[in-house]
């Protein structure tokens, strides 16, 4: 069993950083693909950022040069930087882990990020 922990989340003025982070436990025994998505009230679930398990990535278009994401494969954590935040970036914030071995995925419960104007 895989748990996805997120946490960084908060309330930002526009212009502001935050840093999120997830925390991968259970049976994991390879790097894995992991990536970051978002889900602002009305709207679907979308892509923000994505790293493979050959470290790789991957942005949305909305946030290149302003998001970055990394990892930290000694913790089994997974990092997304954010600067220069906008309102429009206000979203929970989900962790997804893919496990390359088998292909299947695993969710965090989610982190809500707050810009305000």
């Known amino acids: 069993q895989v748990q996805l922990v997120e946490s960084g989340g908060g309330l930002v003025q526009a212009g502001g950083s935050l840093r999120l982070s997830c925390a991968a436990s259970g049976n994991i025994s390879s790097k894995n693909a992991m990536g970051w998505y978002r889900q602002a009230p009305g709207k679907q679930r979308e892509l923000v950022a994505t790293?493979?398990?050959?470290?790789?990535?991957n942005y949305a278009d909305s946030v290149k040069g302003r998001f970055t994401i990394s990892r930290d494969n000694a913790k089994n954590t997974v990092y997304l930087q954010m600067n220069s935040l906008k309102p429009e970036d206000t979203a929970v914030y989900y962790c997804k882990m893919v496990v390359t071995i088998t292909g299947a995925p695993y969710w965090g419960q989610g982190t809500q990020v707050t810009v305000s104007s």
């Open positions: 790293i493979t398990s050959g470290d790789s990535t």
